[in-house]
């Protein structure tokens, strides 16, 4: 199963996030863009990829050890930036030090469980909201139009695995789907 780890935001930020996406859908050139939609936004912590089932057991306890080392922590969506012509996201405020940590954590228990994660690349931060259909999508103003955007604080209380199934129908625009197969709530006391 493909699986990564993850924060979700909760639905109030959700929200909030979606009447700024419905501004950018409007801006010319937006219908050329491949747009996220709302259940495959979150914080990638650490993409696993395809994992054996005989081996998700293991990493769900890692990843449970690496929830209760980690406390709760204040988050917003903040500001956005995009990957060259690939990628448009939202970026994060508040503690990203301690998400950047978690996500470390959750990379080191995937590596521990025996998961081929390929080489390390440092953390960045990002919901991703939209990809380009091809090359030479000029993303700069899409991401100039979220320099001021500043979400609302919530608290990141929990660490999720995810399963991600991809698209097989061949229909154009159909959007993965993702299923939440384990939480864990941060800080000892979980």
């Not at 954590?105 to 995937?110: C, I, K, L």
């Not at 440092?122 to 909201?129: E, S």
């Not at 500043?150 to 209380?157: D, P, R, S, Y």
Request: proline share 6%; net charge positive.
């Amino acid at each position: 199963m493909r699986l990564f780890a993850a924060v979700l935001p909760p639905e109030r930020v959700i929200q909030e996030l979606a009447s700024v996406v419905r501004e950018l859908e409007g801006m010319p050139g937006a219908d050329g863009l491949r747009w996220t939609e709302r259940p495959g936004w979150h914080f990638t912590l650490a993409f696993y990829g395809e994992v054996d089932e005989d081996v998700v057991p293991d990493l769900s306890e890692r990843l449970a050890r690496a929830a209760r080392r980690a406390e709760p922590f204040p988050l917003a969506l903040a500001g956005g930036g995009r990957f060259g012509d690939r990628a448009l996201w939202v970026g994060a405020s508040g503690e990203t030090t301690a998400l950047r940590l978690l996500a470390d954590r959750t990379e080191a228990a995937g590596h521990k469980a025996g998961v081929d994660m390929g080489a390390h690349r440092r953390y960045k931060a990002h919901l991703t909201l939209a990809r380009s259909r091809g090359r030479g999508a000029d993303l700069r103003p899409y991401a100039a139009a979220l320099d001021a955007f500043e979400g609302a604080t919530w608290t990141v209380g929990e660490l999720c695995l995810v399963r991600s199934r991809l698209p097989r129908s061949g229909v154009p625009g159909e959007q993965p789907r993702y299923e939440t197969v384990g939480r864990w709530g941060l800080g000892a006391g979980s």
